[in-house]
T-cell receptor, first 114, second 114 residues
Framework: DTEVTQTPKHLVMGMTNKKSLKCEQHMGHRAMYWYKQKAKKPPELMFVYSYEKLSINESVPSRFSPECPNSSLLNLHLHALQPEDSALYLC?????????????FGQGTRLTVV | AQSVTQLDSQVPVFEEAPVELRCNYSSSVSVYLFWYVQYPNQGLQLLLKYLSGSTLVKGINGFEAEFNKSQTSFHLRKPSVHISDTAEYFCAVSPGDYGQNFVFGPGTRLSVLP
């Protein structure tokens, strides 16, 4: 199984809503990532978890709250988002340690904030 | 820190013609290099990677890339493209033995024309 599964595929939420994005992998990877991708732009790193601990936070606003409850799951909790947060949110996983030798990406969650 | 430049934002090419997508990087440390492809409304799929060893790397779907350390380049090539190769292509680097980050270039839109 070389898949990273993201749910939901599409999400529309209001600016006062609370929602969560979910990501799951069963490849035994111990590094997991959240990326944000705007239209016609490359993915931008948001967070990195290594061995279930947050190792990189790229100065992301607090309305985005990541969580890694176990080695297979990664969540992104969303609260009080702005319309400019509308984007494709990508989850990825890789083996941890020194250097990323390959990252597997999920299909993404298309988020629209209204 | 690492950065990636993809000089061509769009590359139109006729079917069965060869293509080269250019990638240059900047880094103060040794890096690992990657090419990913993204089809519309999809996640990213790894085409090929360079970690060490032979500078000519072969990937999936008939693509190959050559690492040139002196020119800090990692150009992607395919001798004969198909309509199905139409997609966005991202070059990416990770900082080798020095971290868990993963930085993408701005992307090149390859359009294969009939």
């Amino acid at each position: 199984d070389t898949e990273v599964t993201q749910t939901p595929k599409h999400l529309v939420m209001g600016m006062t809503n609370k929602k969560s994005l979910k990501c799951e992998q069963h490849m035994g990877h111990r590094a997991m990532y959240w990326y944000k991708q705007k239209a016609k732009k490359p993915p931008e790193l948001m967070f990195v978890y290594s061995y279930e601990k947050l190792s990189i936070n790229e100065s992301v606003p607090s309305r985005f709250s990541p969580e890694c409850p176990n080695s297979s799951l990664l969540n992104l909790h969303l609260h009080a988002l702005q319309p400019e947060d509308s984007a494709l949110y990508l989850c990825a996983s890789s083996t941890p340690g020194t250097g990323v030798t390959e990252a597997f990406f999920g299909q993404g969650t298309r988020l629209t904030v209204v | 820190a690492q950065s990636v430049t993809q000089l061509d934002s769009q590359v139109p090419v006729f079917e069965e013609a060869p293509v080269e997508l250019r990638c240059n990087y900047s880094s103060s440390v040794s890096v690992y290099l990657f090419w990913y492809v993204q089809y519309p409304n999809q996640g990213l799929q790894l085409l090929l990677k360079y970690l060490s060893g032979s500078t000519l790397v072969k990937g999936i779907n008939g693509f190959e890339a050559e690492f040139n350390k002196s020119q800090t380049s990692f150009h992607l090539r395919k001798p004969s493209v198909h309509i199905s190769d139409t997609a966005e292509y991202f070059c990416a680097v990770s900082p080798g033995d020095y971290g868990q980050n993963f930085v993408f270039g701005p992307g090149t839109r390859l359009s294969v024309l009939p």
